[in-house]
């Protein structure tokens, strides 16, 4: 046993992935995920998972990149598309319903936190990737009491877990990734024996999936395989949608910026549940009791920060704040 618990599905509905790829197709335009943005007084400015950015920019991703690539197109690698499918109990499109309830999801999040067995599935969203493309390590952005991606940077999330300063206040989130079709290249690599420790590296396989507890297990996903000599020049703002016959393209406003069929394309949904150890704690989150506060959160790293003898007298302006925390806080994997 590792130090994460995970869980591999072989066979999630027996039908090879076509009623999830049905859907895929019917739901229409995904956005670029680049494009999400919250009011904060810290980080201002700062892309949302500018800690994982970084780390990929710095490092080249996980395999390394012997070329260093120019910034614009090491971006277009991570502006990958994104869309919910069912946000909460609430399904935006219909047919997700089967995906969302899933008793093996359920098993395997019960599996994963055996002292938590109140699940609630709480979105399902998919992730678009085009050839060329790759999604940068990282940890998902987990949710405490009072803290969630609606009110405070992303990157802060993900520090404060990191921390383990807040571990009272943090809901636990099973995450299971799944896949329709086979994909050449994409692979998932994740560490569940930590950071240090070599990656295990899932192949995408249609009608497959593995569940995890991925706000506190590294993973990415590999480069996608491209016959192109060049990356697409992808930005925010951009769309990806289906236009008959198997073809999909990237649409930059009215003009097309980049076409595939669906075979070249990688294609995930994920489901993500709230583990609680029984109804009372549900009620709890529920009602916002024991909420905390951004003012909170700040004078405790801080106060940590400075007990450790990594920041003396008055605390940083921002960037470097932000950056302070970061660095201080999340150590990335260095195997690869
Ligand atoms: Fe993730």
Redesign the pocket.
Known sequence: MGLHTTVEIDELFGDAGTAMVDLAERFGRYQTYSQEHVDSPIGVGLPQRFDALTNFLRTGGRTGNPTKEDLRTLGARTNYFREEYAYGLEPRISGIEPFLHHQAFVDAARAIFPDRPVVEPAIAFANLMVPGQE?AV?T?VPEFRGCNRKVMPQWLLVVMHHSGLFERWRMPIA?GVSWFHDCDGGEFAYWPDGPEAPPAVHQVRRDTAVVLD?DSVF?GVDRIASELPEMAPLRPGMGLEPAGGGRWVVRDGDEVAAEHHWDELRFSVSWKAYCFTDEEEQATWRTGADDLTLEVVLDRLLGDLRERGLLEGDAPEDPELSQLLVGSYIRFPTTA
């Open positions: 999604l990282h998902d995450t991925a993973h």
